[in-house]
């Protein structure tokens, strides 16, 4: 027998007493897995190894194995609804909500006035049409699946407008040609790439068509030689016409962007007020709650839209209807913008901003202080930006310096420009503020010496 195979038996191991914490941690089925695997892999590499270097490598494969790859991140990116950072973190009251509903035998289905089966769609509905004036609400698990229930229970093989300028695709592929083909929906495209005008809706409607289909710009902007025309026109040609008007708002908005110094973003409410028989929009972006497609309307299409069939294989659990809403309570009462995440930094003043950078600096003892932007991001407002005061390092390697920042617990994600990296205080929650510092004076220590 050759050397290599000289390994102690699996048995063995479990016996000795380094292997206790590990089989209490996780388990014996796992630990032998692992003990297994390591000596499978020294017996094809022809190495041997004795009990305490095997129990070693096995606990770091078994922590390698059980490590949640979803994990809390520091975000000084400066880009507020960052879609590959889980776009808005949520108020600590929805947080609280979830929790208690997450932890606890609930009423998802239940109706307690008449103690049979309920509708879970009831916990949403209220107050969804309460604060929109909306006739109906209905809540799905994302914004994609919303417009794709809309037009498969509506539309499919029937006709619906889309304009040219709204021909969109958002992050992660959703493009508006494949969710309508997906639905049945037959496609009819009207206008130019830059151009739309009220003719184009007339001459297409001249045919019988279900629905016309408003897609928000979301990611990009159309600009220079551009005309579109309103909602409210869109919406008065299409109903004398006999035809649907559905507008998938992207971000949804229920507040006035406006008032902060940006662009305004269409808001639920105008899109109600303009006629619109249904519209979306996500739970997740400026709404600030949890990721949710929400559909507002008339009653009777709503109707329609919560007993088709795909409606069941896309509707939200009770975390998400928790989620949502108590983030629209915040609203309902007018403390949104000091509750909700995503509205406390839009509205983070830049004297604030200025202060905190300072602070920083003078914690830290090195750094400089610039003036930037804030990119709002997550689809909305886009290349729009807020003013902002930047924390900046001139470094050797910058990639490399982001590199093992994103290595720390908790990661942090920061940006680089012309060479330099930078920290945006606008975008680092409050309670991570003290921990971002922390990691960050250790970092630039190792760094420097």
Not at 50 to 64: F, P, R, Y
Not at 76 to 87: D, E, K, Q
Not at 392 to 400: G, I, Q, R, S, Y
């Amino acid at each position: 027998m050759t050397e290599a195979m000289h390994l102690p038996s699996i048995d063995s191991l479990l016996q000795l007493e380094n292997s206790i914490p590990l089989l209490e941690s996780f388990g014996h089925e796992l630990v032998v897995d692992a003990f297994r695997q390591i000596e499978d892999e020294k017996r094809r590499s022809g190495k041997t190894g004795t009990a305490e270097q095997i129990i070693e490598e096995s606990k770091n494969l078994l922590l390698d194995w059980t490590t949640p790859t979803l994990v809390p991140v520091i975000n000084a990116s400066g880009v507020i609804l960052h879609t590959n950072l889980g776009r808005a973190p949520l108020s600590e009251t929805t947080y609280q909500e979830m929790k208690n509903i997450a932890v606890s035998f609930n009423n998802l289905e239940y109706d307690l006035e008449i103690g049979k089966r309920g509708k879970r769609s009831v916990h949403a509905e209220q107050i969804l049409t309460r604060l929109t004036g909306a006739e109906s609400a209905y809540v799905v698990n994302n914004n994609a699946a919303a417009v794709l229930l809309v037009l498969t229970t509506l539309a499919q093989r029937k006709k619906v407008l889309v304009s040219r300028t709204q021909m969109v695709e958002i992050g992660g592929g959703f493009r508006i040609p494949d969710v309508m083909r997906q639905s049945g929906a037959k496609l009819v495209e009207i206008g130019t790439t830059n151009r739309l005008h009220l003719y184009d809706y007339e001459n297409a409607l001249q045919e019988p068509a279900a629905m016309v289909l408003c897609a928000h710009h979301s990611n990009f902007k159309i600009v220079g030689f551009t005309s579109e025309p309103s909602l409210e026109e869109i919406c008065a040609l299409a109903h004398r016409k006999g035809a649907l008007v559905f507008h998938d708002l992207g971000s949804g908005a229920l507040l006035d962007t406006a008032q902060y110094g940006l662009p305004h973003e269409p808001m639920v409410q105008e899109s109600l007020k303009a006629g619109v028989d249904l519209v979306s929009f996500s739970g997740d972006k400026l709404l600030g709650g949890p990721q949710a497609g929400i559909i507002l309307g008339k009653k009777e299409l709503l109707d329609k839209i919560t007993k088709h069939p795909l409606a069941r294989a896309l509707r939200p659990d009770k975390l998400c209807l928790a989620g949502i809403s108590t983030t629209l309570f915040s609203y309902l009462t007018g403390k949104a913008e000091k509750e909700i995440p995503v509205w406390q930094m839009i509205s983070l003043s830049t004297t604030i901003i200025h202060q905190r950078a300072k602070q920083w600096k003078e914690v830290l003892g090195c750094g400089d202080i610039i003036e930037g932007r804030s990119m709002i991001g997550g689809g909305s407002l886009p290349d729009e930006s807020l003013p902002t005061t930047l924390l900046v390092f001139e470094l050797n390697k910058p990639d490399k310096f982001l590199k093992i920042l994103r290595e720390q617990n908790p990661p942090i994600i920061a940006r680089i420009e012309n060479g330099c990296v930078l920290f945006d205080p606008r975008t680092i929650l409050p309670h991570q503020e003290s921990c971002f510092l922390e990691i960050l004076k250790q970092v630039l220590s190792d760094w420097n010496s």
